[in-house]
């Protein structure tokens, strides 16, 4: 059974910084893109970072771009999440979840789906 | 960037109805959509994949369909651990996008 363990979430003050991680367990973690996503109270659900399987590709919210950073460490089977410059607005439980198996549809092959999600982490970003 | 508009926000029905949830993307993203359920203070659960395929372990009454720009999630008959949030994602693209969500409430 695949099974993935958020931790590191907290209180920060604006502006400052935090690491997530997200320890995976269950299947292959190096076959599979790993996702962050974060949903901040009583909102929806807001996709926040992708990475491949072996750490060569990276994707970002708007948003995110270049105060977060995903990565993985396969030996470790562990996503993690490093989030600086954090503001009020970035206040949210931090899902991490494991893409699905590549499907092909009309000729091109992507994951479908994020078929598998830990618990979740609450970040609290306050003064 | 692909922006997701679901519909409605929310809806309220009885237990036995059909319900029908709508999500439209603002370009064409093929059949790369996937529809997510979500129960109070849990993560959320993929239902259906690249637009109408079941998830495993997921109830028949559960069905998506659509292509291109126009996409919909039918329960076919409401049963009470159903009336919780909805959410479509389109994965054709980065970054990723969520529709806003889709709330079902007990009439």
């Known amino acids: 059974e695949v099974y993935l363990l958020e931790s590191g979430g907290g209180f920060v003050e604006p502006g400052g910084s935090l690491r997530l991680s997200c320890a995976a367990s269950?299947?292959?973690?190096?076959?599979?893109?790993m996702n962050w996503v974060r949903q901040a109270p009583g909102k929806g659900l807001e996709w926040v970072s992708t990475i491949d399987t072996s750490d060569t590709y990276t994707f970002y919210a708007d948003s995110m771009k270049g105060r977060f950073t995903i990565s993985r460490d396969n030996s470790k089977n562990t996503l993690y999440l490093q989030m600086s410059s954090l503001r009020a607005d970035d206040t949210a439980i931090y899902y991490c979840?494991?893409?699905?198996?590549?499907?092909?549809?009309?000729?091109?092959?992507?994951?479908?789906?994020?078929?598998?999600w830990g618990q979740g982490t609450l970040v609290s970003v306050s003064s | 960037d692909i922006q997701m508009t679901q519909s409605p926000s929310s809806v309220s029905a009885s237990v036995g109805d059909r319900v029908t949830i709508t999500c439209r993307a603002s370009?064409?993203?093929?059949?790369?959509l996937a529809w997510y359920q979500q129960k109070p203070g849990k993560a959320p659960k993929l239902l259906i994949y690249a637009a109408s395929t079941l998830q495993t372990g997921v109830p028949s009454r559960f069905s998506g369909s659509g292509s291109g720009t126009d996409f919909t999630l039918t329960i076919s008959s409401l049963q009470p651990e159903d009336f919780v949030t909805y959410y479509c994602q389109q994965l054709n693209s980065f970054p990723l996008t969520f529709g806003g969500g889709t709330k079902v409430e007990i009439k």
């Open positions: 269950g299947f292959t973690f190096s076959n599979y893109p």
């Open positions: 979840a494991k893409s699905g198996e590549y499907v092909t549809v009309a000729g091109t092959s992507k994951s479908p789906g994020l078929d598998s």
């Open positions: 370009q064409g993203i093929s059949s790369w």
